[in-house]
């Protein structure tokens, strides 16, 4: 079998799929690694780092696709719409193509790549069990969006974040806020109170508590029931408005005291959850710095611009859209490793075949036999053909 990595065409996008270090344990499985000249370049891999581990460099994207029995990319044409769709005349019936896909917003694009023929694997859709964690791509992609969210707000805040004692007298910490500790929060917590931040967070989730604590942050209290505030696939469930009056309260008066503010809250498919309004934005005192993380997902304040970084009443609001692709060397190994391990687990004595009883298989194949299959991305369609 050839397994083939376009370069990525999504503009700003910088991440590869495959770096060189994986190649072998590649070819291990028995496949045969072809690479599109230039694919790796931008994110610090060139041809002949990639040719020195066994791979072929294919100059023609278009022979490199209709060669390839698996094509592998960071974004298939569901997170790619626009440009993606030059792609779709070289695929072939019985291909197999994984990568983020946006399968629960992307409809119209999944029905494209089914009319072709093609078995999708949405990496994004990878359970969030057990067995599955070497392979979680948006674990991976969280840790990195977390970590350059605090770098981001360190540089553009006009002070330092540590605490330091000058013969011009002592300097005060920095004042750090993350809102959510998932992956992303706990990553930007551990940056920052290695900058010598002293950091809060806040998350719906009380159980998260000690995790913030054992990186050095303070879990902010809500004095609210939050014992069922988590949803079978470890996200924050929606809460009801008597709860988020208090949390509105608590929101502001934090707000009004720390200089940074980061916000993680997003789950896949659906839009981002509005946590931080106008008046709590105003709170805060000129010249701090909020970092919307969730931006790709419409963002967590209100005041966010998806892809801009916008400045009200002296407060900078970072909107920035694909973290991850800001740092592509260690974004691309991490992707990497995960489409190894996921490769793996599908691949047996050098044959892919999809186990429709397993949990993992079954989580991420969207497309199959020129159709939608997978029941998270039917029942999108059902709603659209039929809303409330």
Do not use: W
Not at 312 to 327: A, C, D, F, Q, R
Not at 363 to 383: C, N, R, W
Request: charged share 25%; aromatic share 4%; glycine share 8%.
């Amino acid at each position: 079998m050839i397994i083939g990595v376009p370069k990525e065409t999504l503009p700003g996008e910088r991440r590869v799929a495959i770096i060189p270090e994986v190649v072998p344990a590649l070819i291990k499985l028995g496949l045969k690694v072809t690479i599109e000249s230039d694919a790796g370049v931008p994110a610090g891999f060139g041809n002949d780092a990639y040719t020195s581990k066994g791979a072929e460099i294919v100059s023609s994207r278009e022979v490199l696709i209709k060669a390839a029995d698996i094509i592998a990319q960071v974004r298939t044409l569901g997170s790619n719409q626009i440009v993606g769709k030059n792609d779709l005349e070289f695929f072939k019936s019985g291909q197999i193509v994984l990568g983020f896909a946006d399968p629960l917003t992307s409809l119209d694009e999944m029905n494209l790549l089914a009319d072709r023929g093609v078995s999708l694997l949405s990496m994004e859709m990878i359970p969030r069990i057990t067995r599955a964690q070497s392979m979680d791509v948006l674990s991976s992609m969280a840790t990195v969006a977390g970590y350059k969210a605090v770098m981001m707000s360190a540089d553009h805040l006009p002070r330092m974040f540590p605490m330091m004692m000058t013969a011009a007298g002592t300097l005060k910490p920095a004042k750090v806020f993350v809102v959510g500790a998932g992956v992303a929060g706990l990553q930007a917590i551990a940056s920052a109170k290695r900058l010598g931040a002293v950091v809060q967070a806040y998350d719906v989730r009380s159980a998260v508590k000690e995790q913030i604590e054992s990186l050095g942050g303070k879990f902010v209290e809500l004095e609210a029931e939050t014992k069922d505030a988590e949803d079978k696939g470890g996200y924050a469930k929606e809460m009801g408005e008597e709860f988020l009056k208090k949390q509105r309260a608590m929101m502001i008066r934090v707000m009004s005291e720390v200089d940074i503010v980061i916000t993680t809250a997003a789950v896949p498919g659906r839009k981002a959850p509005m946590l931080i309004n106008r008046e709590m934005v105003e709170s805060m005192q000129p010249g701090s710095i909020i970092v919307d993380i969730a931006a790709e997902r419409g963002g967590n304040c209100e005041l966010t611009q998806p892809g801009e970084t916008v400045v009200v009443n002296g407060v900078t609001i970072m909107g920035k859209l694909n973290l991850p692709s800001e740092i592509p060397y260690h974004s691309s190994q991490m992707y990497a490793k995960n489409v190894l391990n996921f490769l793996r687990h599908l691949i047996k004595d050098e044959k892919l075949e999809f186990n429709l009883e397993d949990e993992i298989t079954v989580g991420t194949l969207i497309t199959k036999d020129g159709k939608v299959i997978h029941p998270s991305v039917l029942e999108q369609f059902e709603k659209s053909n039929n809303p409330a």
